[in-house]
Each structure stands twice: as structure tokens, then as C-alpha cells.
């Protein structure tokens, strides 16, 4: 059949047409479910980013979004070239993608840090690495690098790789690591921390920990990090300087102090013990190891506590060196001796016929001992040898003074000191049993009644004012009053047992002999020691994930 030219233009009008209504119907419909079949299949692709978006321009499918890596983009880019398939049934088994472009941008996460909290040659390394092999990679180097200087690293570095991608180049961290510094005292702490393939960075501790907080966030670090890790180390540092810089002063102070002396003189099978330490725990040692060794030896102590002399007990060894010798047949000397005892130094033999006023032993004196410290107990010991007293010689006692501490915590309180009245001490003891009834057990064990103490006025005040418990939770307080004066407390946080801090407290009088307060306190910070033990089992429980 021969169609006329007529009919070959409205033929061609019609297919004209068709096209025209396919473009305008099928194709915008074959583009929307190429783009919804290509979105479903790459919704689920790894980027570490918002799934990647589709668009597409007929068969043109063009990706745009971000992905951290090449390994990633390749498998997205591969899947939307070759299976993507349109829902039509016809053409469930062709490929209709014609042409993929990538707009994909690779982004890496940002690289993990590193913080090392050191005192003197001894840290810890923290922080977080993209993988278990950077962390692994990372610590053996930093590890070597301290063991030549003779310092040792703990490793508490975690691999987080949900929030860090590894550092392309570590040069510039690894180029100047912080090393162990090898000085002593608070000055040997340190607080570095970086962003790996950055530059190492000092955290001041004395700095605001809104600055130190906002110094650890620009390195990487997370809020979580800083709250549960970074702050609690730097505290951590604060405190041993602060404990550094109160033994410091504390030494300051000791090394103006004259140093201990024990007389130790033998007669009829006793030792006679006279001097002067500083503190209780340095006499109870000494006596305690004179009964270990010598067991068939009465021991008679007249050992005064001063804390005005220096807190050591380097004495000699204690042997039967001792004793009096026993192939001595001289009927003056037999049987008896007297030895002196110095810090640092071994025991020395005593002429004690020489006469009670003099003094055989001052050359043996260090310079800050003044020998007229010591004359009076040359005097009692040497008339005690020369058989002038049966027992232990007397010498006029000064006055110490009464006065009360408390240790206080959450349900437990203890009480302890010194006070001259049997009346008033059994008084304290029901008032802070009627105080603290029902909340706390009260220890007084440690409360003594002494007659070498002053005696007291009326306590009714320092009944009074005896100070509430600290609350749940807390670490604990402790408080100190001597008789008729309100009580004085502060929070017993951790350090509060170190030397010195007790002074440093601000609960003492001005007058006080600290180093008698802080040894009043010793079974108090043995019980204070276990409850910050349990305080910190808690919070690393309560923190653990």
C-alpha cells in the first residue's frame, strides 16, 4: 500500500506525538524508580556519613554525599554501575544505569589523641586510636622511647574506631615526645596532651579547668573523655603536688628542728629507756622492737613525745651490743651500761661514772643538737646507774596539752586525744554518743585520760558544737578543739593523712604542735583510708560502661 504524502505527515505527527506523552509520562516515571531502586540498594553502604544521595538524569545516575574511605567509595560506585535494576518486570534482568558520575567526597574522621600524665618517671599514657594496631604501634614507641630514659609508661590507650580515623603522617607528634622527667618533687609532674599528627600541647594544672577543658576538646578529645578520664588525672596531679609541696615545707621545717636522742641504760636487768622523739608511732616502734629483742629484759620507757624535734628514727640497730658486757668483772661497772642513740649514727658507749653534770658525749653531738637538750636525761640516767633510785628516775614533766580530734565520717566517728579529767573525759565520750546515735558508730578507744596533761575548763561549749556528719558519699571530714573551745573542721579529702597537711589545714591554733595533732590522728586516717578505697571502687564501678 502507498500512502500519499498527506498520510506520511499525519503518520509522522502521531509518532511525534507518542514520544511526546512517553517523554512526559514514561520517562519521569522510569527516573523515579530508577532512583528509588538505587537509593535502597546504597542506603545501607558504610560511609560514616548520611547514606549516600542519588539523582538521576534519565539513565545518568550521578552520587553525591561524603564517605571516610576510598574502599567505601569504590564499593558504592561499583554497585550503582552495575546493580541497580528498575522494579519493571520487563527489565528486571538489564542493567538501565548508563553512565554513574562520582561527586562522592572522601572525609576522613578526625585522628584519636594522646594524653600523658607522668610524676617524675612514672606515667600513664590515655587517650584514643583509630584502630587496636595504631593503639598497639603507638604505645610501643612512646614505651621505648621512656625506657631509655630510664621511665616507664602504663598503657591506657583505647581503640575507638566509630569515632577516629588513623593520622596519615606522625612526624611532627612523634618528632618531640614528652619524656620522664627525673627531678623529684611536684615539679617532676606532668600533663601533655596531643592530637595525633599534631604537636604535643602542656596541660597547666594550675590552669582553670574551663581552659583545660576546652584545651582537650580542640585536641580531639571527647566530653565524655574529659569528664570521666582527663579531669580526674588532672586532679590527680594537683593533689601530688600539693602533697609534694607540703612535704617540701614540712622537710623545710624538720630540718630546723633539733634531731631525736635515746638514752638506753642496763641495771639489773632492766632498760632504762630516756629521750625525746617526735612523735608516738617513732616511740612505740622503738619500745616495741627493744621487747622483741631483748624478752627477759624489763623495759622501763621514760621516753617523752616532743614534737619540737625531728620526726626520724634512723637509730643503730638494736643487738645485744647493747647489754652490759658480760666478761666485765670491775665490781663498779658490772652489769651496767649506758649507751647513747643519734639519728643516723650507731650507738655509742657512755661514761656514766664521770659525774651527772658532765658531758662525755658532746663531741659526738651533731651541730643542731644542743648538748644542754640533753642534760637533764644524762643527769637522771647517770644517778639511776649510780644507784641513787630504784625505779625510773623522775624529772619534772611539763605540762602537755589536752585536746580533742574527731574523724568523722558517713557512719563512722572517732574520737581521740587527751585530757587530764576522768569526769570530763567520760562526759565527751556520752555527748558524742548522744550526738551521733543512730548514724554513726563512735570509736573512742583513742580518747586517753593523762595526768601529765594540763587540766581542762568546762567542755559544755565543745560539747555544743560538736560538728554534724558529713553526707552520703562525701570523703569524710575531721575537727579539732581543745577543751572549752568550739570545734574547727575541714573536709578530709585525699592527702589529708600526708605530713604536714594537717597544719596546712587551717584547724589548729597558731601555737599547736602539729606533728602531736597529726599523730592524735592516726587510727582516724586508717579508717578515713579504707573509706576512700571504697568511694573509689564505687565511681569506677558507677563509670564502667
Request: charged share 20%; net charge neutral; proline share 7%.
Amino acid at each position: 500500500m502507498h500512502l500519499t504524502r498527506a498520510q506520511w505527515l499525519i503518520a509522522g505527527l502521531w509518532l511525534l506525538a507518542f514520544w511526546l506523552l512517553a517523554g512526559m509520562f514514561v520517562a519521569p516515571a522510569i527516573q523515579r524508580d530508577l532512583t528509588t531502586q538505587a537509593s535502597v540498594l546504597l542506603k545501607d553502604k558504610p560511609t560514616g556519613y548520611e547514606a549516600v544521595k542519588v539523582e538521576f538524569d534519565g539513565q545518568h545516575a550521578i552520587l553525591k554525599g561524603q564517605v571516610r574511605h576510598e574502599n567505601q567509595r569504590t564499593a558504592i560506585v561499583t554497585a550503582a554501575e552495575q546493580r541497580v535494576r528498575s522494579g519493571s518486570l520487563l527489565s528486571a534482568h538489564f542493567n538501565p544505569v548508563q553512565q554513574v558520575t562520582d561527586a562522592l567526597e572522601i572525609v576522613p574522621y578526625p585522628p584519636g589523641w594522646l594524653l600523658i600524665a607522668a610524676t617524675g618517671t612514672r606515667g600513664e599514657l590515655m587517650g584514643s586510636a583509630a584502630s587496636a594496631f595504631e593503639a598497639r604501634d603507638l604505645y610501643s614507641l612512646l614505651e621505648d622511647r621512656w625506657g631509655v630514659q630510664g621511665g616507664r609508661l602504663e598503657n591506657k590507650l583505647k581503640a575507638v574506631p566509630e569515632l577516629h580515623d588513623e593520622a596519615q603522617d606522625l612526624k611532627q607528634t612523634l618528632a618531640k615526645v614528652p619524656l620522664p622527667d627525673a627531678r623529684k618533687g611536684g615539679d617532676s609532674a606532668q600533663l601533655q596532651i596531643v592530637s595525633l599528627g599534631g604537636s604535643w600541647q602542656r596541660l597547666a594544672p594550675d590552669s582553670r579547668d574551663e581552659k583545660l577543658r576546652e584545651q582537650s576538646l580542640s585536641m580531639g578529645a571527647s566530653a565524655q573523655d574529659w569528664e570521666k578520664s582527663i579531669l580526674p588525672k588532672i586532679q590527680s596531679i594537683r593533689q601530688y603536688q600539693a602533697d609534694q609541696r607540703l612535704r617540701f615545707e614540712e622537710a623545710g621545717r624538720q630540718s630546723k628542728l633539733p634531731p631525736p636522742h635515746l638514752f638506753l641504760a642496763a641495771r639489773d636487768n632492766r632498760l632504762l629507756v630516756r629521750g625525746e622523739t617526735a612523735t608516738v608511732g617513732i616511740k612505740r616502734e622503738f619500745l616495741n622492737a627493744l621487747i622483741i629483742t631483748f624478752p627477759s629484759w624489763r623495759i622501763l620507757d621514760d621516753v617523752r613525745v616532743n614534737p619540737e624535734c625531728r620526726a626520724i628514727s634512723d637509730f643503730g640497730p638494736i643487738t645485744t651490743a647493747l647489754l652490759p658486757d658480760p666478761l666485765n668483772t670491775d665490781s663498779k661497772t658490772k652489769g651496767k651500761s649506758l649507751m647513747l642513740g643519734l639519728s643516723g649514727t650507731a650507738w655509742k658507749a657512755v661514761d656514766w661514772l664521770v659525774g651527772a653534770e658532765s658531758q662525755p658525749w658532746k663531741t659526738d653531738l651533731p651541730k643542731d643538737l644542743p648538748a644542754d637538750l640533753m642534760q637533764d636525761d644524762h643527769r637522771m640516767v647517770t644517778g639511776w646507774l649510780q644507784g641513787e633510785t630504784k625505779g625510773i628516775p623522775t624529772l619534772p614533766i611539763r605540762a602537755q596539752p589536752s585536746f580533742l580530734t574527731l574523724t568523722l565520717l558517713p557512719d563512722k566517728v572517732i574520737l581521740a586525744g587527751q585530757l587530764a579529767e576522768e569526769a570530763l573525759h567520760s562526759q565527751l565520750i556520752e555527748a558524742a554518743r548522744q550526738k551521733y546515735s543512730g548514724h554513726a558508730i563512735v570509736i573512742s578507744d583513742p580518747l586517753l585520760v593523762r595526768g601529765t596533761c594540763a587540766p581542762s575548763s568546762d567542755i559544755q561549749q565543745t560539747i555544743r558544737s560538736l560538728p554534724p556528719l558529713p553526707q552520703a558519699g562525701s570523703s569524710g571530714s575531721i575537727a579539732f578543739a581543745t577543751p572549752g573551745i568550739v570545734w574547727k573542721s575541714t573536709p578530709a579529702s585525699v592527702g589529708i593523712d600526708q605530713a604536714g597537711a594537717v597544719a596546712k589545714s587551717g584547724i589548729l591554733p597558731a601555737d599547736f604542735p602539729a606533728a602531736m595533732a597529726e599523730d592524735n590522728f592516726w587510727d582516724g586516717f586508717d579508717h578515713l583510708r579504707q573509706h576512700w578505697k571504697k568511694l573509689a571502687s564505687i565511681a569506677k564501678k558507677e563509670s564502667a560502661p
